[in-house]
Protein backbone atom coordinates (compact mmCIF):
# COMPACT_ATOMS: atom_id res chain seq x y z
CA UNK A 1 0.00 0.00 0.00
CA UNK A 2 1.81 3.39 -1.07
CA UNK A 3 1.52 6.47 1.57
CA UNK A 4 -0.59 9.16 0.08
CA UNK A 5 0.73 13.14 0.89
CA UNK A 6 -0.99 16.27 0.57
CA UNK A 7 0.86 19.24 -0.16
CA UNK A 8 -1.23 21.69 0.91
CA UNK A 9 -1.01 25.40 2.34
CA UNK A 10 -4.03 27.72 1.16
CA UNK A 11 -1.24 31.15 0.93
CA UNK A 12 0.20 30.82 -2.63
CA UNK A 13 3.83 31.18 -3.65
CA UNK A 14 5.07 29.11 -0.66
CA UNK A 15 6.42 26.65 -2.90
CA UNK A 16 3.79 23.44 -3.13
CA UNK A 17 3.96 22.84 -6.47
CA UNK A 18 7.87 23.20 -6.51
CA UNK A 19 7.78 20.76 -3.49
CA UNK A 20 5.46 18.14 -5.24
CA UNK A 21 7.73 18.14 -8.31
CA UNK A 22 11.26 17.88 -7.25
CA UNK A 23 10.03 15.44 -3.77
CA UNK A 24 8.10 13.24 -6.26
CA UNK A 25 11.74 13.39 -8.49
CA UNK A 26 13.56 12.32 -5.84
CA UNK A 27 11.53 9.46 -4.36
CA UNK A 28 11.54 8.54 -8.07
CA UNK A 29 15.67 8.39 -8.18
CA UNK A 30 15.24 6.77 -5.28
CA UNK A 31 13.65 3.67 -6.61
CA UNK A 32 10.28 4.65 -5.15
CA UNK A 33 7.53 4.16 -7.81
CA UNK A 34 6.03 7.43 -7.15
CA UNK A 35 3.00 9.51 -8.75
CA UNK A 36 2.14 12.69 -8.13
CA UNK A 37 -1.49 14.18 -8.86
CA UNK A 38 -2.11 17.57 -10.02
CA UNK A 39 -5.22 18.87 -7.82
CA UNK A 40 -4.58 22.75 -8.20
CA UNK A 41 -6.76 24.14 -11.77
CA UNK A 42 -3.81 26.16 -12.58
CA UNK A 43 -1.91 22.95 -13.58
CA UNK A 44 1.51 24.07 -13.07
CA UNK A 45 2.31 20.49 -11.48
CA UNK A 46 1.34 19.51 -15.16
CA UNK A 47 3.32 21.59 -17.15
CA UNK A 48 6.44 21.46 -14.87
CA UNK A 49 6.32 17.74 -16.19
CA UNK A 50 6.69 18.60 -19.34
CA UNK A 51 2.84 18.58 -20.26
CA UNK A 52 0.99 21.23 -21.74
CA UNK A 53 -2.32 21.14 -20.22
CA UNK A 54 -4.24 22.17 -23.14
CA UNK A 55 -3.31 19.25 -24.71
CA UNK A 56 -4.80 17.03 -21.99
CA UNK A 57 -7.74 14.77 -22.74
CA UNK A 58 -8.30 12.99 -19.62
CA UNK A 59 -7.25 14.62 -16.49
CA UNK A 60 -8.35 14.33 -12.91
CA UNK A 61 -11.49 16.60 -13.52
CA UNK A 62 -12.90 13.67 -15.62
CA UNK A 63 -12.31 11.53 -12.81
CA UNK A 64 -14.12 13.26 -10.46
CA UNK A 65 -16.85 14.12 -13.18
CA UNK A 66 -17.33 11.45 -15.27
CA UNK A 67 -16.00 8.88 -13.53
CA UNK A 68 -12.82 7.91 -15.83
CA UNK A 69 -10.38 5.48 -14.43
CA UNK A 70 -7.68 6.94 -13.17
CA UNK A 71 -4.94 4.85 -14.74
CA UNK A 72 -6.53 5.95 -18.28
CA UNK A 73 -5.52 9.66 -17.67
CA UNK A 74 -2.11 8.76 -15.74
CA UNK A 75 0.48 9.57 -17.76
CA UNK A 76 4.46 8.40 -17.68
CA UNK A 77 6.61 11.22 -17.53
CA UNK A 78 10.71 11.28 -18.55
CA UNK A 79 12.10 10.52 -14.92
CA UNK A 80 11.65 6.88 -14.27
CA UNK A 81 9.22 5.24 -11.65
CA UNK A 82 7.56 9.08 -12.10
CA UNK A 83 3.73 9.05 -13.14
CA UNK A 84 1.52 11.90 -12.97
CA UNK A 85 -2.28 12.12 -13.02
CA UNK A 86 -2.99 15.62 -14.56
CA UNK A 87 -4.98 18.60 -13.85
CA UNK A 88 -6.82 21.04 -16.63
CA UNK A 89 -8.55 24.44 -16.24
CA UNK A 90 -11.61 22.41 -16.29
CA UNK A 91 -11.19 21.61 -12.48
CA UNK A 92 -12.21 25.17 -11.58
CA UNK A 93 -15.05 24.16 -12.19
CA UNK A 94 -15.33 20.74 -10.66
CA UNK A 95 -16.28 22.13 -7.15
CA UNK A 96 -19.33 23.37 -8.22
CA UNK A 97 -20.28 20.15 -10.43
CA UNK A 98 -19.52 18.24 -7.39
CA UNK A 99 -21.70 19.96 -4.69
CA UNK A 100 -24.68 17.76 -5.24
CA UNK A 101 -22.52 14.60 -5.75
CA UNK A 102 -23.20 12.25 -2.73
CA UNK A 103 -20.06 11.68 -0.80
CA UNK A 104 -18.57 14.53 -2.44
CA UNK A 105 -15.45 14.54 0.14
CA UNK A 106 -14.35 11.47 -0.57
CA UNK A 107 -13.96 11.75 -4.31
CA UNK A 108 -10.11 12.02 -4.58
CA UNK A 109 -10.52 8.57 -2.06
CA UNK A 110 -12.14 6.62 -4.68
CA UNK A 111 -10.04 7.91 -7.31
CA UNK A 112 -6.69 6.80 -5.34
CA UNK A 113 -7.78 3.74 -3.73
CA UNK A 114 -7.65 2.32 -7.90
CA UNK A 115 -4.09 2.86 -7.56
CA UNK A 116 -2.89 2.73 -3.95
CA UNK A 117 -1.07 -0.52 -4.37
CA UNK A 118 0.60 0.12 -7.67
CA UNK A 119 2.77 3.44 -6.17
CA UNK A 120 5.06 3.39 -3.24
CA UNK A 121 4.48 6.86 -2.65
CA UNK A 122 1.53 9.21 -4.11
CA UNK A 123 1.78 12.99 -3.68
CA UNK A 124 -0.94 15.52 -4.12
CA UNK A 125 -0.54 18.55 -5.17
CA UNK A 126 -3.46 21.15 -3.95
CA UNK A 127 -4.15 24.34 -5.10
CA UNK A 128 -3.56 27.82 -3.03
CA UNK A 129 -7.18 27.25 -0.85
CA UNK A 130 -9.10 25.44 1.44
CA UNK A 131 -11.95 24.38 -0.94
CA UNK A 132 -14.00 20.79 -2.11
CA UNK A 133 -10.97 19.77 -3.73
CA UNK A 134 -8.25 20.56 -0.91
CA UNK A 135 -10.01 19.02 1.82
CA UNK A 136 -10.85 15.88 -0.81
CA UNK A 137 -6.75 15.68 -0.54
CA UNK A 138 -7.06 15.82 2.67
CA UNK A 139 -9.84 13.28 3.02
CA UNK A 140 -7.83 10.92 0.73
CA UNK A 141 -4.08 11.10 2.45
CA UNK A 142 -2.32 9.90 5.17
CA UNK A 143 -0.16 12.67 6.16
CA UNK A 144 0.15 16.16 4.68
CA UNK A 145 3.32 18.33 4.36
CA UNK A 146 2.96 22.07 4.53
CA UNK A 147 5.13 24.45 3.31
CA UNK A 148 5.80 27.37 4.75
CA UNK A 149 8.04 30.37 3.38
CA UNK A 150 11.15 32.11 4.99
CA UNK A 151 9.24 35.32 4.50
CA UNK A 152 7.61 38.26 6.58
CA UNK A 153 3.38 36.61 6.08
CA UNK A 154 5.47 33.02 6.90
CA UNK A 155 2.51 32.25 9.45
CA UNK A 156 -0.54 34.05 8.19
CA UNK A 157 -3.12 31.67 7.79
CA UNK A 158 -1.47 28.99 9.15
CA UNK A 159 -4.07 28.54 11.44
CA UNK A 160 -6.78 28.34 9.21
CA UNK A 161 -5.33 25.45 7.54
CA UNK A 162 -4.36 23.90 11.01
CA UNK A 163 -7.92 24.07 11.58
CA UNK A 164 -9.41 22.73 8.38
CA UNK A 165 -7.12 19.63 9.09
CA UNK A 166 -8.48 19.34 12.43
CA UNK A 167 -11.93 19.05 11.24
CA UNK A 168 -10.95 16.70 8.45
CA UNK A 169 -9.37 14.71 11.00
CA UNK A 170 -12.43 14.86 13.03
CA UNK A 171 -15.06 14.50 10.54
CA UNK A 172 -14.02 12.69 7.42
CA UNK A 173 -10.07 11.13 8.24
CA UNK A 174 -9.07 10.29 11.40
CA UNK A 175 -5.71 8.62 10.17
CA UNK A 176 -4.81 11.92 8.70
CA UNK A 177 -1.35 13.13 10.30
CA UNK A 178 1.36 15.97 9.46
CA UNK A 179 4.14 14.71 7.88
CA UNK A 180 5.86 17.78 8.57
CA UNK A 181 6.30 21.44 7.78
CA UNK A 182 9.05 22.59 5.49
CA UNK A 183 10.67 25.68 5.48
CA UNK A 184 11.27 26.81 1.94
CA UNK A 185 12.95 30.10 -0.33
CA UNK A 186 15.19 30.36 2.38
CA UNK A 187 18.11 33.20 2.01
CA UNK A 188 20.99 33.20 4.52
CA UNK A 189 21.95 36.81 3.95
CA UNK A 190 18.86 37.76 5.26
CA UNK A 191 18.14 38.02 9.08
CA UNK A 192 14.61 37.87 8.44
CA UNK A 193 14.83 34.56 7.14
CA UNK A 194 16.89 33.04 10.40
CA UNK A 195 14.14 35.08 12.36
CA UNK A 196 11.15 33.08 10.68
CA UNK A 197 12.83 29.61 11.15
CA UNK A 198 13.35 30.45 14.92
CA UNK A 199 9.45 31.06 15.10
CA UNK A 200 8.10 27.98 13.04
CA UNK A 201 10.58 25.85 14.77
CA UNK A 202 8.99 27.42 18.02
CA UNK A 203 5.31 27.53 17.26
CA UNK A 204 5.97 23.80 15.88
CA UNK A 205 8.57 21.82 17.04
CA UNK A 206 9.35 18.57 15.98
CA UNK A 207 6.89 19.10 13.17
CA UNK A 208 9.31 20.77 11.40
CA UNK A 209 11.72 19.40 8.71
CA UNK A 210 15.33 19.39 9.34
CA UNK A 211 15.74 20.17 5.69
CA UNK A 212 15.69 23.75 4.90
CA UNK A 213 14.82 24.27 0.95
CA UNK A 214 16.83 27.57 0.05
CA UNK A 215 16.11 30.08 -2.61
CA UNK A 216 17.82 28.70 -5.42
CA UNK A 217 17.65 30.02 -9.35
CA UNK A 218 17.48 26.56 -10.61
CA UNK A 219 14.71 26.01 -8.75
CA UNK A 220 12.68 28.45 -10.64
CA UNK A 221 14.16 27.50 -13.79
CA UNK A 222 13.32 23.98 -14.22
CA UNK A 223 9.39 24.31 -14.93
CA UNK A 224 10.37 26.38 -17.76
CA UNK A 225 11.95 23.72 -19.37
CA UNK A 226 9.01 20.41 -18.03
CA UNK A 227 11.94 18.80 -15.95
CA UNK A 228 12.16 18.28 -12.47
CA UNK A 229 15.33 20.08 -10.71
CA UNK A 230 16.82 16.46 -10.64
CA UNK A 231 16.60 15.83 -14.36
CA UNK A 232 17.29 19.63 -14.98
CA UNK A 233 20.73 19.91 -12.24
CA UNK A 234 21.42 17.62 -10.04
CA UNK A 235 23.99 19.03 -8.62
CA UNK A 236 22.17 22.26 -7.82
CA UNK A 237 21.18 22.81 -4.09
CA UNK A 238 17.64 23.04 -5.19
CA UNK A 239 17.63 19.40 -6.01
CA UNK A 240 20.31 18.27 -3.31
CA UNK A 241 17.62 19.93 -0.82
CA UNK A 242 14.89 17.64 -1.88
CA UNK A 243 16.52 15.06 -2.10
CA UNK A 244 17.91 15.14 1.68
CA UNK A 245 13.81 16.00 2.04
CA UNK A 246 13.32 12.30 0.49
CA UNK A 247 15.60 10.87 2.71
CA UNK A 248 14.27 12.41 5.49
CA UNK A 249 10.67 10.99 4.73
CA UNK A 250 11.88 7.62 4.03
CA UNK A 251 13.49 7.36 7.04
CA UNK A 252 10.84 8.68 9.20
CA UNK A 253 8.09 6.04 7.88
CA UNK A 254 10.64 3.37 8.02
CA UNK A 255 11.26 2.96 4.59
CA UNK A 256 14.84 3.18 4.27
CA UNK A 257 18.45 1.65 6.11
CA UNK A 258 20.33 4.68 5.94
CA UNK A 259 22.59 5.63 8.77
CA UNK A 260 21.44 8.60 10.87
CA UNK A 261 24.92 10.14 9.83
CA UNK A 262 24.59 9.60 6.25
CA UNK A 263 21.45 10.85 6.07
CA UNK A 264 22.09 14.12 4.44
CA UNK A 265 23.92 14.83 1.25
CA UNK A 266 26.68 17.46 1.22
CA UNK A 267 25.68 20.53 -0.80
Known amino acids: MGKVIAIANQKGGV ?37 DPRNIKLSIYECFVDNISAKEAILSTNTPNLDILPAHIDLVGAEIEMINMENRERMMRKVIRQLKNEYDFILIDCSP ?47 LNIEGVLLTMYDQRLRLSNQVIDEVRTHFKD ?26 DAESKGAVSYLNLARE ?12 DKKKIES
Open 15 to 51: GKTTTAINLCASFAVLEKKTLLIDADPQANATSGLGF
Open 129 to 175: SLGLITVNALTAADSVIVPVQCEYFALEGLGKLLNTIKIVQTRLNQE
Open 249 to 260: ILQKNNMTRINK
Open 207 to 232: MVFDTIVPRNTRLGEAPSFGESIIMF
